[in-house]
């Protein structure tokens, strides 16, 4: 068993990297799927429309008001450090007409924010 001492520094440290600025914002990018009759899309938020949250029912609701967003689209790439992330591939505008549904979206891959 660990010595108190040891064991706080680890606890610790894994705190500041758990909680370091870069991962927070890479964490705390919410993504979604769109749902269409012909496809299914990955997409998160711009920084204009993060207010909506990261509430799909919130996000269905301002598609149906205003008929479109314009919203990141979402692909896997490699990193440099060689592991699979989710990353912005680029801005494309969801039309209300057409999606049946936006669903929360779950990875267990790092998510890259958009710029």
Do not use: C, N
Not at 5 to 14: G, I, M, Q, V
Not at 24 to 33: G, P, Y
Not at 51 to 60: F, K, M, V
């Amino acid at each position: 068993m660990p010595k108190p001492a040891k064991h706080s520094a680890l606890l610790a440290s894994a705190f500041m990297v758990a909680f370091s600025p870069a991962l927070a914002a890479e964490q705390a990018t919410k993504l979604f799927t769109v749902v269409t009759e012909r496809d299914e899309t990955v997409i998160a938020l711009t920084k204009e429309d993060v207010a909506l949250g990261s509430d799909a029912a919130a996000i269905g609701k301002a598609l149906r008001e205003r008929g479109a967003l314009t919203v990141w689209r979402y692909a896997v790439r490699k990193a440099k450090d060689g592991e699979l992330e989710q990353a912005p591939l680029a801005k494309i505008s969801v039309q209300a007409q057409g999606s049946l549904r936006i669903e929360p979206y779950r990875t267990p891959l790092r998510v890259v924010a958009a710029e």
